[in-house]
């Protein structure tokens, strides 16, 4: 099976003034015309992610783990804060009020596209340095994945 995962870091895009959003070109047929954005919070920072269909129903199964209590909580925060969304001819998408505001984003500003594997995150300029602040840069990739897998061998333990 080939997976396409959404990589990299791309800026210099805006929301107009009527709150539409145009998808990189080279990340559109990978998201799909019809795809789900929710507003996240990550490491105490803002930001909307866009799920491809298939990506977003996977994520909402995972989540039905656990006691009936978890499954509902759980669901219920990611469901509430996820709108549909749909690309018109130009690849761009509109962003309604509830979800730019729970982004902290407004019509007419600056935002970060940032792949994220198998989803695609949408930044704020201030969130987006505000979260890259919370990683230790003085740890390298191979340092990092060490550390995970060392945690992984652990939990299995």
Same mark, same amino acid.
């Given at each position: 099976?080939?997976?396409?995962? +959404?990589?990299?870091?791309?800026?210099?895009?805006? /929301? @107009?003034?009527? $709150? =539409?959003?145009?998808?990189?070109?080279?990340?559109? !047929?990978?998201?799909?015309?019809?795809?789900?954005?929710?507003?996240?919070?990550?490491?105490?920072?803002?930001?909307?992610?866009?799920?491809?269909?298939?990506?977003?129903?996977?994520?909402?199964?995972?989540?039905?783990?656990?006691?009936?209590?978890?499954?509902?909580?759980?669901?219920?925060? +990611?469901?509430?804060?996820?709108?549909?969304?749909? /690309? @018109?001819?130009? $690849? =761009?998408?509109?962003?309604?009020?509830?979800?730019? !505001?729970?982004?902290?984003?407004?019509?007419?500003?600056?935002?970060?596209?940032?792949?994220?594997?198998?989803?695609?995150?949408?930044?704020?300029?201030?969130?987006?340095?505000?979260?890259?602040?919370?990683?230790?840069?003085?740890?390298?990739?191979?340092?990092?994945?060490?550390?995970?897998?060392?945690?992984?061998?652990?939990?299995?333990?």
């Amino acid at each position: 099976m080939i997976v396409h995962l +959404f990589v990299g870091t791309l800026d210099n895009y805006k /929301l @107009d003034s009527k $709150g =539409r959003l145009s998808v990189p070109t080279k990340w559109r !047929e990978r998201l799909g015309k019809d795809f789900y954005m929710v507003a996240v919070t990550v490491k105490g920072c803002k930001c909307i992610t866009l799920y491809p269909t298939e990506e977003f129903e996977k994520t909402y199964e995972n989540m039905q783990r656990g006691t009936e209590n978890q499954k509902y909580e759980t669901s219920k925060d +990611f469901l509430r804060n996820a709108e549909e969304g749909s /690309l @018109d001819a130009q $690849g =761009r998408f509109t962003l309604n009020q509830r979800i730019k !505001e729970l982004a902290l984003l407004s019509n007419d500003s600056e935002v970060i596209f940032e792949g994220n594997g198998k989803t695609i995150e949408i930044w704020n300029a201030e969130e987006f340095d505000k979260m890259q602040q919370t990683f230790d840069s003085s740890l390298g990739i191979y340092d990092l994945m060490d550390k995970v897998n060392s945690t992984d061998k652990t939990e299995n333990s």
